[in-house]
Nanobody, 115 residues
Framework: QVRLVESGGGLAQAGGSLRLSCATS????????MGWYRQPPEKQRESVAT???????NYADSAKGRFTISRDNAKNTVYLRMDNLKPEDTAIYYC?????????WGQGTQVTVSS
């Protein structure tokens, strides 16, 4: 059974920072592209940032310049560093592992940004 275990969500003030973490098994981490998605209240889930096994990254326009995705291959963990947070970043953030049509999701972690 594939598990993606997220941590690091919480409450932050506008302009503040948070770091999300997502740990998984070595077999998944070494093979799958990893990513972070979010679902704001009453909206659809959207991509935030992705990183391939070779370290290539891609960001949503809303995340560029403020968020940084990275991976620690020794810890089988992907991170999302979020700086200069805005109230519109409030959402449930989900970790994702993707290989072709196969996709696994974490349970989600709440991020709330107050103005």
């Amino acid at each position: 059974q594939v598990r993606l275990v997220e941590s690091g969500g919480g409450l932050a003030q506008a302009g503040g920072s948070l770091r999300l973490s997502c740990a998984t098994s070595a077999s998944i981490f070494s093979t799958y592209a990893m990513g972070w998605y979010r679902q704001p209240p009453e909206k659809q889930r959207e991509s935030v940032a992705t990183i391939t096994t070779s370290g290539n990254t891609n960001y949503a326009d809303s995340a560029k310049g403020r968020f940084t995705i990275s991976r620690d291959n020794a810890k089988n963990t992907v991170y999302l560093r979020m700086d200069n947070l805005k109230p519109e970043d409030t959402a449930i953030y989900y970790c994702n592992a993707q290989l072709g049509l196969v996709s696994f999701w974490g349970q989600g972690t709440q991020v709330t940004v107050s103005s």
